[in-house]
């Protein structure tokens, strides 16, 4: 029998994980000396925890959502959900059909695949939160979790793009008890997760894993520090998923690197004037 399950990754306080939370994003904003946030609201649960904690945190008033769908991808139910959180949580909100500018991009390379084109809507998704920052005195929220973060699962420069993360450190299992804490409507909070970059596009599916065992592999590599075959014995997953999961961590690694430089001190042995001034 397994000893570690998915009740021990969500067993949490999460009336004081909310209040955490919302207290960095107050810090953060008052830092940033901007009048509020701006959130991408994709309909899914992700993106409603966030928009939640932002209201929470901030006030309504000092949030904007924006709804940013690409009617050849997303579901109109996606939209209608979207909508509904907005309303839901009191912020104002616009929705933008990204389609022309999906097409002004790719018509640079008419012959892009499914996975590049999905990229080019993650994008222009980011940079027009960031025009709307801009514009309105804002930053922008992440809203990728840290299942995501860890398995590389976002795109590079789109949704891995933001000034800040509140929800990065919560696993999706974590995220859906949290949403449910903040008021999300059921339907939401357990929707299946769809960053919809393509037709019928759906993260389980296009993992080949569910979040539930993405989870708790995770857990126990990264939580409490297990080698593969631990985890894989003591979560009963099995290496094979273990593995699986590990390979994606690793293969991802460039995503959550800031930036790839060369050693700065290696530098600084090159460097005569900055030596010269050490040694005076």
């Not at 004081?16 to 960095?24: I, K, S, T």
Request: proline fraction near 4%; hydrophobic fraction near 45%; charged fraction near 30%.
């Amino acid at each position: 029998m397994a000893r570690i399950t998915l009740d021990h990754v969500v067993d949490m306080d999460y009336p004081a994980v909310a209040e955490l939370l919302e207290g960095f994003i107050r810090r953060a904003v008052a830092e940033s000396g901007r009048r509020g946030v701006v959130v991408g609201v994709s309909g899914g649960v992700d993106s409603a925890t966030t928009l939640a904690l932002a209201a929470e945190a901030l006030g309504p008033n000092r949030v904007l959502a924006l709804i940013m769908p690409d009617p050849r991808v997303t579901p109109e139910r996606d939209v209608e959900d979207a909508k509904r959180l907005a309303r839901q949580f009191g912020v104002d909100y616009r929705i933008i059909d990204i389609s022309k500018m999906v097409d002004a991009v790719v018509s640079a390379l008419p012959t892009a695949g499914r996975v590049a084109v999905g990229n080019v809507r993650a994008r222009l998704r980011m940079v027009l939160l960031y025009l709307f920052a801009n514009e309105e005195d804002l930053i922008v929220l992440g809203t990728g979790d840290r299942s995501e973060f860890l398995i590389g699962y976002f795109t590079k420069y789109g949704d891995g793009a933001a000034d800040i993360y509140p929800i990065s450190v919560l696993y999706k299992s974590q995220v859906r008890r949290l949403a449910l804490e903040l008021g999300v409507p059921k339907d939401v909070a357990f929707k299946p997760s769809a960053p919809r970059l393509w037709p019928g596009h759906e993260a389980e599916r296009e993992l080949g894993l569910s979040y539930e065992q993405i989870d708790l592999a995770l857990f126990a590599l990264f939580d409490l520090g297990m080698s593969l075959e631990e985890a894989a014995r003591e979560t009963g997953l099995g290496i094979e998923v273990v593995r699986r999961v590990w390979d994606m961590h690793v293969r991802s690694r460039h995503k959550r690197a800031c930036f790839e430089a060369p050693d700065l001190r290696d530098v600084r042995r090159l460097w005569r004037g900055y030596a010269t001034l050490r040694r005076s």
